[in-house]
Structure formats: structure tokens, C-alpha cells
């Protein structure tokens, strides 16, 4: 918050003043001259600055804001916007937010699904990463450095750009930032076989609270093991990543086969559930359920959607061996290169050229609201005939069923902080997702999908009902007024984090005393806590 004494009041005064008759503002000048003195003199920071005076400052604000719930006049905007192009300009933001005590928010690429790398209640200041982008990829090591601000199709692109028999397991949507995604986790349809993202992470750099910047060697590994699935922005700013590069066949297999329930679907949905964390770990295949209105009634359509790492003849004979209620066909089987994959994923049609993956902006905007549940026990027939009727009664959230098992299986639970692993046979992502405008609209959408998420409470984990970081969801508690308190952080913290937590509120205790970084979900540091209670 702004400290405003009584003797720097009739100093402001005096500027106010000098803002009225046309003098430029002094409490930007102020700033500025704190972010000059602390950073690089070339570029200037002053450059890459902007504030709410600047003409720039709302295409700056808005091209990362990637859910239109956050992009309405009634959301708060920060006090000034700064996008590092050096090391020192992150530096720099830290220590000035510091000295005039101001919320910082980091914001890769900005999906942030509740809009916290970009929205505050209390005045802020935001770091955007997405100048720092290169990719440098290493064949020899098997290795890439990879900026913060860089997205995944970035990193697709340049993996494939040298050579096709490479990868990096990580998420499905190419504009989604590194920085956010390496760091709450980062899944995608080669975690069967890879791990998360972070199971892939070498080394990384940040530069912590007091503005110093970091290796995984000069942070220790306690710091390095926190960044890794337990939400950067708790720590530090990451500023780029070193990751280990995964081999995938030269020749990848996928499909995408429709069934409603007319169709069969429940029955194959039902062998889905059977097999689908069990069979051969090159093969995922995710299921994306929707209630549609087809002419006079009502239905749920099944979408499966598979990647292979292997060729058609090979996934054709598990599938008839593992999954024949899907009777997937020969044809259907589509062959293609690992980075053409990605494209199918994305539903670019194929043929579409790889360079589209270089395009920073989607296609299209949304209004989205998402949860996650993880479910441990199969779903029974009758369970699933419930779900469904819920589904064609509220009408419009979707689930999404992603499979585990195969090496996610085989990494402990305390590996990393992202603790779900063994024991879990699906993750399933709650999703809608509108165009309509409004608040009205919006409200009685996030309602359906809450209702949605209460309906399958006796079919997913519980004690704790578990969430996966990275599908942001702030129904599941924040930090309250004063971010601080361990009782209400351990509530949505152990939903994330299961047994982790307590081990990241012990590093953020150590590394972030003072409670620098902080947000509505952010870890909260014990020190800081006690010293609120001591005041
Ligand atoms: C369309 C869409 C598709 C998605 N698909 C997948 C998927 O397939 N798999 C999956 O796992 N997830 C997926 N996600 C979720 C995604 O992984 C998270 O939203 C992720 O956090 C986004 O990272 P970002 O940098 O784009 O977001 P941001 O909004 O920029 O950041 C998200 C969080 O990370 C923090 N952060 C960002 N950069 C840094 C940094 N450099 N240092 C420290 N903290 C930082 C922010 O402050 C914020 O708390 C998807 C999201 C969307 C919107
Ligand atoms: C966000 O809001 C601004 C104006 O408030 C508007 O010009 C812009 O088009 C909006 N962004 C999207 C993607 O709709
Ligand atoms: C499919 O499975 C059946 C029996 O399970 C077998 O007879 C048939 O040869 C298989 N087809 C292929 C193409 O593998």
C-alpha cells in the first residue's frame, strides 16, 4: 500500500498541483527514477515501462489477458506494466516494489485461469515476461534453455525446427507461457510415458525476493524442488529453464473418434475407464465429454482423442486388443510426425504448416471458468448414467477425463510438489467456456459449473478433494485480507499440494520471510504470519 505520512502529504499536494498545470507526474517520476538506478543504463528501463499515461498501456495490459472475465472496465489495473528485455529489469521491478510496497504480479503468458498473474484488489504493479522468450535448443546434451516468456508452441516449434525424432512433454494449447506452466506443473499427452514438465526440468533461474539472481546450484535444492510444480510466483521470478529433451518416434499415431450415447458411448466410456491408465504407456488418450441438443433431444457426445508414439498397424492392434468397444478403424488411424501431432491436438486442420505455432495470440477469445478432480475408484455404470442426466439437465459445462498411470505411476508423491501420482486413474478438468457479455451471464455460468463440480463429489478423491494447480480455481479458498494466515492457505494448499504443503510454506518461510511475493493463492511464509499475530 502507499505509505503516506504527514510530512509527504503537502509534498504530494505540490504535485498534484504540477500534474494540473501540465508537469508530468511525480510519483511516476519517483518510480521511474527507483527503477532507473537499479537497473542497466542500456536499454533503459524507462523504455520498457509502461503507465496508465502511455497510449500503449492497454494493448501492453490486454494482449495477455487470456480469459475475457478479467478484461472488463471494472477490473483493476496495475499501477504501471514492465516487460524486461534484461535480467536487470526484473531486478529492479522487485526492489522498487519493495521500497514503496507494492503488490507484484508476474505474468508469462497469461492463462492463469482465475486471472491472478494481472488482477489485484489492493494497488499493483505488473512484471510481463513475454520479451524474454528465446529458445535454445542443444541436440548434443539433449537439452534447451527456455525463457519464462516464451509459449509452448515456441518450444515445439524450435525442438522440431532441429531434429524430429525430439519432444518436450508439456500442455496441449501452444499459447500457453512457460513461466506459469513449467512452474504448477505442466501435463500433457506424453505424461504416460514422460512424466509432467517438471519431471523434465535440469535447471533453472530466478531472482528471488532480495533481487538476486539464482541457479538450481546457488538457490539449493530446496528452492529448485518448490519451483518445480509448487506455482513460481510464490518465490521468485523465473526467468528461464533448462530442460532435458525427450526422444518420440519419427513417426507418431493419432485419432479422433465421436460416440454419443445413441451411439454407445456409455459403454465405451465405461471401458475407457477400464484400460485407458493401464495400456501401453506410448498410448494417451483423453476423453472430452459435452451435452449437446441434437434435433428434439438431448445427449452427451464422447470425444476420444489419442497420441501414439509408434506407427497405425501398432495402435491399431492394441486398440483392438485393449479398447475394441471404441471400434477404432484402420482409417481413422492418422500418421503423421511428432510437431504435426501438435497441430491435430489443436484442431488445426491438417496440412496446416508448423509455423502457427509461432503465433503468441489465439484465435479466438473466451470467457472461461475451469475446476479439477482427480477420481481413484472407478466409476460405476450407474454413476456414469447419473452424471450424464446431470450433464443434458444444467446444459453447458463439459468434463475432460485425462488419463494417468505409466510413469506418473512411478514418481513419487513427494518427488516434486505437484503431488499426484500413483493411486490416481484420471484427472478430469470441469470447463466452460462463452462469448455472451455480461456479469448476469457469467454468474449463472460459473454457477453451473460449481453445481457440476458438487454433483461429483461421491465419485472423486476426497480428504482432501484434490485440484491440480495449474487449472487456477479460487472457489477452492484464497488467502484472505492480509495473505498471511497459514489455516486458510492450508485449506486450497493441500488440495494442490497434498502432504508438499507444509515443505513449501517451510521454503517460502526460508526464502520469502517477509511474504514479498504474495497473492490470492500464494504459499504463505510463517514468519510473516507470526509477525502479524506479534503486532
Ligand atoms: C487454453 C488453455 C489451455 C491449457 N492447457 C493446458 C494443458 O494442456 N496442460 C496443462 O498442464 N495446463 C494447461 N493449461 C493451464 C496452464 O498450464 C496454466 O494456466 C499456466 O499457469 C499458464 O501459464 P502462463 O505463463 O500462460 O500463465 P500466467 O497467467 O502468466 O501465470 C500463471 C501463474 O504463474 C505465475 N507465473 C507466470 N510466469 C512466472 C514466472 N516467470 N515466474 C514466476 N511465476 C510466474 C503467475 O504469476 C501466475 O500465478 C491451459 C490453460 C489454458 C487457458
Ligand atoms: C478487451 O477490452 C477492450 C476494451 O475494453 C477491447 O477493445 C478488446 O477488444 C477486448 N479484448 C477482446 C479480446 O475482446
Ligand atoms: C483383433 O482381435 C481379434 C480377437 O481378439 C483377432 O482375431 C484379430 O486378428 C485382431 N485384429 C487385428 C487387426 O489385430
Known amino acids: 500500500m502507499w505509505s503516506l505520512t504527514s510530512a509527504t502529504l503537502p509534498l504530494l499536494l505540490i504535485f498534484l498541483l504540477l500534474v494540473l498545470m ?40 490486454q494482449s495477455y489477458i487470456r480469459n475475457l472475465r478479467f478484461n472488463s472496465t471494472k477490473t483493476q489495473k496495475p499501477l504501471f506494466i514492465v516487460t524486461p528485455i534484461h535480467v536487470s529489469h ?6 522498487c516494489c519493495k521500497k514503496f510496497d507494492l503488490e507484484l504480479r508476474i505474468r508469462s503468458g497469461g492463462h492463469d485461469y482465475d486471472g491472478l498473474s494481472y488482477v489485484s484488489e489492493v494497488p499493483f504493479v505488473i512484471v510481463d515476461m513475454f520479451n524474454l522468450r528465446s529458445v535454445e535448443v542443444n ?53 504416460r510415458k514422460f512424466g509432467l514438465s517438471v519431471d523434465n526440468v535440469l535447471d533453472a533461474i530466478i531472482v528471488d525476493a532480495n533481487g538476486r539472481v539464482l541457479n538450481r546450484e546457488s538457490m539449493g535444492e530446496n528452492l529448485f524442488w518448490a519451483i518445480r510444480g509448487g506455482g513460481g510466483a510464490s518465490f521468485g521470478i523465473i526467468v528461464s529453464w533448462k530442460i532435458k529433451l525427450v526422444p518420440v518416434s519419427e513417426t507418431v499415431t493419432v485419432f479422433r473418434v465421436e460416440k454419443t450415447l445413441e451411439q454407445g458411448a456409455s459403454e465405451i466410456v465405461l471401458q475407457w475407464q477400464d484400460v485407458a491408465d493401464k495400456i501401453h504407456e506410448d498410448l494417451f488418450i483423453r476423453l472430452v465429454l ?21 506407427n497405425a498397424d501398432q495402435l491399431f492392434a492394441i486398440m483392438n486388443e485393449s479398447f475394441p468397444k471404441l471400434g477404432l478403424e484402420r482409417d481413422q488411424c492418422i500418421e503423421m510426425s511428432w510437431i504435426d501431432s501438435i497441430l491435430f491436438w489443436s484442431n488445426y486442420p491438417l496440412g496446416t504448416k508448423p509455423d502457427i505455432l509461432l503465433e503468441r495470440i489465439p484465435k479466438s477469445e ?22 450424464w442426466k446431470k450433464m443434458m439437465e444444467l446444459g453447458k459445462p463439459g468434463l475432460t477425463f485425462n488419463p494417468y498411470g505409466g510413469k506418473m505411476s512411478e514418481i513419487s508423491e513427494t518427488e516434486t510438489p505437484f503431488p499426484h501420482r500413483a493411486g490416481n486413474m484420471y484427472k478430469i478438468q470441469y ?41 487456477r480455481d479460487v472457489d477452492i479458498g484464497t488467502n484472505g485480507p492480509g495473505n498471511a494466515g497459514y489455516a486458510e492457505a492450508s485449506v486450497w494448499g493441500t488440495k494442490y499440494f497434498k502432504g508438499n504443503f507444509d515443505r513449501l510454506v517451510g521454503i517460502k518461510t526460508m526464502v520469502d520471510p517477509n511474504n514479498f511475493f504474495r497473492y490470492e493463492q500464494s504459499i504463505p511464509s510463517l514468519a510473516a504470519w507470526k509477525g502479524l499475530m506479534a503486532e
Not at 472461461?368 to 466409476?379: F, G, N
Open 22 to 61: 501540465g508537469a508530468s507526474d511525480p510519483l511516476q517520476d519517483t518510480l521511474l527514477k527507483c527503477l532507473s538506478e537499479n537497473s542497466v543504463l542500456s536499454p533503459p528501463i524507462s523504455e520498457i515501462t509502461y503507465f496508465p499515461s502511455n497510449p500503449l498501456f492497454p494493448s501492453v495490459l
Open 90 to 95: 526484473i531486478q529492479a521491478s522487485i526492489i
Open 139 to 191: 541436440l548434443e546434451d539433449e537439452s534447451a534453455w527456455v525463457e519464462s516468456g516464451a509459449t509452448l508452441g515456441e518450444v515445439y516449434y524450435k525442438i522440431a525446427e532441429k531434429s524430429r525424432v525430439y519432444g518436450f512433454p508439456a500442455g496441449v494449447c501452444p499459447t500457453v507461457g512457460v513461466g506459469g506452466h513449467f512452474s504448477g506443473g505442466g501435463y500433457g499427452n506424453l505424461m
Open 290 to 310: 459435452m451435452p449437446v441438443n441434437k434435433k428434439g433431444y438431448k445427449t452427451i457426445r464422447a470425444k476420444f482423442n489419442a497420441l501414439f508414439l509408434g
Open 366 to 387: 473466451k470467457f472461461l471458468k475451469r475446476k479439477s478432480d482427480y477420481v481413484q475408484q472407478p466409476i460405476s455404470k450407474e454413476g456414469f448414467e447419473s452424471i
Open 431 to 471: 470447463s466452460l467456456s462463452w462469448k455472451e457479455e455480461g456479469e448476469e451471464v457469467a454468474n449463472r455460468y460459473l454457477d453451473l459449473t460449481r453445481r457440476l463440480y458438487d454433483f461429483m463429489t461421491p465419485y472423486v478423491s476426497n480428504s482432501p478433494r484434490s485440484s491440480y494447480l495449474n487449472y
